[in-house]
């Protein structure tokens, strides 16, 4: 079913490229995706929700990618986090998003620009944070500019009439800006200007956490639901992970090998998609262990 819903979201993004947003009804896709009218409104309320099935899909994955990136590693590393940004754009290469971005863009849909400006939120506070990693408690009070700062960098700096005398590779580009924050945070610290006040740079940093308790709960209730379709190596990860969790001091090293290995394992299985939510939570669970 996973794999249905996904050859649909395929289906629709086509279409969305191909003949415009607002052209694409839900009997293209339909007829597209060679589906039935009851078969799409059990995925999706509307075409909508589809196009927000695809960027959420894309969040997800570069969401993991960047997180294994950093196992075993030194989160100060500059370079872990130089990949990192690369990898959201690969992601959206590979998915061919940014006609997506563009659809939304003329579409003129509030309800879709505020899903990409959601997005774009996602990814501040995220870089926000990495950059306090990187360059230490001193940089905080100035993370949130530096990291509008970066992306809106990377963003002007990707654009072909920005660059004319040769194409620019996505490492070299992304390597070019981030190095600038080596001078751009202390003349920040030295200077004490803000444009985000405290009250929004606080709300940067809040974030839900997920319990222990909820992930050993989605695992144990995929891997009942699955049981027959499961081999005996993933049962066997998925045991170590419950078992692991479970413990008084879960070991954060084993942990981080084990769910990277149980997420390659099952990421050409029917149950990829399904899979890659539950390794979402599982590595917030992960980085809040001491």
Known sequence: MKNRKHQVLLSAQKLF???????????????ESKISKGTFYNYFSSKNECIISIIDSAQEETTLKRRELLIHQDVSNK????????????????????????????SQDSELREIIKANHYTEVKWLAKRIVDVYGEKSRKFSVDSAILVLGMI?????????????????ELVNYVVNRLDSLIPALVKSDEVIIDNFVFNHFFDEVRITKEHVIQLIQTFKD???????????????????????????????EIVVNSFSHTMKNTAQS????????NIWQVIDSLK
């Open 17 to 31: 490229i191909e003949k415009g947003f607002a052209a694409t009804s839900v009997l293209d896709i339909i007829n």
């Open 79 to 106: 370079d872990i986090l130089i990949q990192q940004l690369i990898v959201r754009m690969d992601v959206h290469k590979e998915r061919n998003l940014v006609p997506i971005f563009l659809v939304i863009f003329h």
């Open 155 to 171: 963003q002007q700096m990707q654009h072909p009439w920005t660059i004319k005398s040769k194409e620019v590779s996505s490492k």
């Open 225 to 255: 639901i699955n049981i027959k379709e499961l081999k005996v190596q993933e049962v066997e990860l998925i045991n170590f992970i419950i078992e692991e969790l479970k413990s008084s001091q879960p070991r954060k090293f084993l942990l």
């Open 273 to 280: 998609l399904e899979i890659k939510e539950i390794a979402s």
